[in-house]
């Protein structure tokens, strides 16, 4: 998938060879975009009567089946509802899961061991060589693993843990403004505006999703639009995403009802279906501050008595500012699409652990040219430790209007290529510091 901007067209060739398939403007093109339900729909059409250019939200879902280069048949989506935060039982989800794992389990030369954790990278005496990890079984037994290379691929927040309870890298001082490993911490700045239709006309089912299926705008993002008259940088992208209607987050009923009891269960039934309640209308950007970081923290423990993760956190001016222009924005198309109460929901300071905030939190070992004030380097190995290389998220500066997850798969086959073709023909650092 390439994702491009208004002044070009999403180009690809297909397996064959054959002619491009071209998209629209902002479009990034799949192999076919999945058919979009009816709110998915109604949110294009009012888009596009407000002179936006709407296009279908890549997703990792097949629309046909398909069997990818390893042999692995996958099915087409069927739409279950059950798909944005589980696995996918129809093997229509591109997860490792669905497209790599079951070749990988009958390799000779490949273990995998599930329901372990990591809880140590290992060093030698010089801190310099990794020569493995510990892990924890089921049972709550402790093994060590010795490996020539380790490669850690976590989640952003726990990459970010095992390197400082690993003791890699040094530990970002934001007083001082020195050490790396929780430095450039950014998430998302995230909103929504909820509509609420007449029941008697719209039918929305909102039972019906798929992980990621929605129709978007993207004249907000980025630098896809001037900024000066709105005093902020950045943006994000605007859309209706309906994924499912997991219980309680998909009650919702219009400002004034009740928050229990008779009127509150009348007001639920009658507008479950009728009420467009994206998973994230706005999907904005998030950038870098000093006083944004991770750490460890000094009083709480997890079951092995390791400090967990801590977030220092909050909003700045500027993703506020950013955040109501795009909510606004949304908002004025989902009251074109005909609803008859529009309830938008800004994101607010400070930082409220209690409202979902999306999982996309990106940086805390970030990549750079400089080892003063980055962890890894451009193939997203340790400046410290030459033959351990961290993936994911956590590798980003910054967090930018877009969701991370096509750039971490590109980084990784970048890291993948680098690892192969120089790494281990002459192991070592592959970048002088």
């Given at each position: 998938m390439r994702h491009v901007g208004h002044r070009g067209q999403s180009e690809r060739r297909n397996s064959r060879g054959r002619k491009p398939v071209r998209g629209p403007p902002f479009a990034a093109v799949s192999d076919p975009a999945q058919a979009q339900p009816f709110s998915h729909t109604l949110f294009a059409k009012a888009a596009r009567e407000l002179g936006y250019k709407p296009f279908p939200q890549p997703s990792g879902n097949l629309s046909r089946a398909y069997?990818?280069?390893?042999?692995?048949?996958?099915?087409?989506?069927?739409?279950?509802?059950?798909?944005e935060w589980f696995g996918c039982a129809n093997y229509s989800k591109a997860s490792p899961q669905t497209t790599i794992l079951p070749v990988l389990v009958r390799k000779s030369n490949f273990s995998a061991r599930d329901n372990s954790e990591v809880t140590k990278i290992n060093v030698d005496r010089s801190g310099k060589h990794a020569t493995g990890v510990t892990f924890v079984d089921t049972s709550g037994e402790e093994w060590e693993q010795p490996a020539?290379?380790?490669?850690?691929?976590?989640?952003?927040?726990?990459?970010?843990?095992?390197?400082l309870l690993s003791g890699v890298g040094q530990p970002y001082d934001p007083v001082a403004n020195t050490g790396v490993i929780g430095r450039n911490y950014t998430h998302q700045t995230i909103s929504t505006a909820n509509g609420f239709f007449d029941n008697k006309?719209?039918?929305?089912?909102?039972?019906i999703g798929s992980g990621s299926i929605g129709m978007c705008i993207d004249e907000f993002n980025g630098d896809n639009f001037d900024h000066g008259p709105h005093g902020f940088v950045g943006g994000g992208y605007v859309g209706q995403v309906q994924t499912g209607a997991r219980p309680i987050e998909s009650t919702l009923t219009p400002p004034g009802t009740p928050k229990w009891g008779a009127a509150w269960k009348s007001a639920v039934r009658d507008n479950y279906l009728s009420t467009v309640k994206p998973g994230t209308g706005v999907h904005g950007s998030f950038y870098a501050y000093r006083d944004v970081y991770l750490d460890l923290d000094p009083t709480y423990k997890d079951r092995f008595g390791r400090p967990l993760m801590r977030m220092t956190i909050d909003f700045?001016?500027?993703?506020?500012?950013?955040?109501r222009f795009l909510t606004d924005k949304f908002a004025d198309i989902v009251k074109a699409m005909g609803a008859n109460q529009v309830a938008k929901q800004y994101r607010t300071a400070p930082y409220d652990i209690t409202i979902y905030q999306t999982t996309h939190v990106n940086g805390g070992a970030v990549m750079g040219a400089d080892p003063k004030v980055s962890a890894i380097n451009r193939y997203l190995q340790s400046w410290d430790v030459s033959n351990l290389f961290v993936l994911g998220a956590s590798a980003f500066p910054q967090n930018a209007g877009y969701n991370p997850t096509g750039t971490v798969a590109a980084l990784?086959?970048?890291?993948?290529?680098?690892?192969?073709?120089?790494?281990?023909?002459q192991?070592?650092?592959?970048?002088?510091a």
């Amino acid at each position: 998938m390439r994702h491009v901007g208004h002044r070009g067209q999403s180009e690809r060739r297909n397996s064959r060879g054959r002619k491009p398939v071209r998209g629209p403007p902002f479009a990034a093109v799949s192999d076919p975009a999945q058919a979009q339900p009816f709110s998915h729909t109604l949110f294009a059409k009012a888009a596009r009567e407000l002179g936006y250019k709407p296009f279908p939200q890549p997703s990792g879902n097949l629309s046909r089946a398909y069997t990818n280069p390893l042999g692995v048949r996958l099915g087409p989506c069927t739409y279950c509802g059950f798909c944005e935060w589980f696995g996918c039982a129809n093997y229509s989800k591109a997860s490792p899961q669905t497209t790599i794992l079951p070749v990988l389990v009958r390799k000779s030369n490949f273990s995998a061991r599930d329901n372990s954790e990591v809880t140590k990278i290992n060093v030698d005496r010089s801190g310099k060589h990794a020569t493995g990890v510990t892990f924890v079984d089921t049972s709550g037994e402790e093994w060590e693993q010795p490996a020539d290379l380790v490669i850690l691929s976590a989640y952003s927040l726990f990459n970010v843990q095992l390197l400082l309870l690993s003791g890699v890298g040094q530990p970002y001082d934001p007083v001082a403004n020195t050490g790396v490993i929780g430095r450039n911490y950014t998430h998302q700045t995230i909103s929504t505006a909820n509509g609420f239709f007449d029941n008697k006309k719209f039918n929305f089912n909102p039972f019906i999703g798929s992980g990621s299926i929605g129709m978007c705008i993207d004249e907000f993002n980025g630098d896809n639009f001037d900024h000066g008259p709105h005093g902020f940088v950045g943006g994000g992208y605007v859309g209706q995403v309906q994924t499912g209607a997991r219980p309680i987050e998909s009650t919702l009923t219009p400002p004034g009802t009740p928050k229990w009891g008779a009127a509150w269960k009348s007001a639920v039934r009658d507008n479950y279906l009728s009420t467009v309640k994206p998973g994230t209308g706005v999907h904005g950007s998030f950038y870098a501050y000093r006083d944004v970081y991770l750490d460890l923290d000094p009083t709480y423990k997890d079951r092995f008595g390791r400090p967990l993760m801590r977030m220092t956190i909050d909003f700045h001016e500027n993703e506020l500012k950013q955040n109501r222009f795009l909510t606004d924005k949304f908002a004025d198309i989902v009251k074109a699409m005909g609803a008859n109460q529009v309830a938008k929901q800004y994101r607010t300071a400070p930082y409220d652990i209690t409202i979902y905030q999306t999982t996309h939190v990106n940086g805390g070992a970030v990549m750079g040219a400089d080892p003063k004030v980055s962890a890894i380097n451009r193939y997203l190995q340790s400046w410290d430790v030459s033959n351990l290389f961290v993936l994911g998220a956590s590798a980003f500066p910054q967090n930018a209007g877009y969701n991370p997850t096509g750039t971490v798969a590109a980084l990784a086959f970048w890291a993948a290529a680098a690892i192969r073709n120089q790494y281990l023909k002459q192991p070592g650092p592959l970048v002088d510091a």
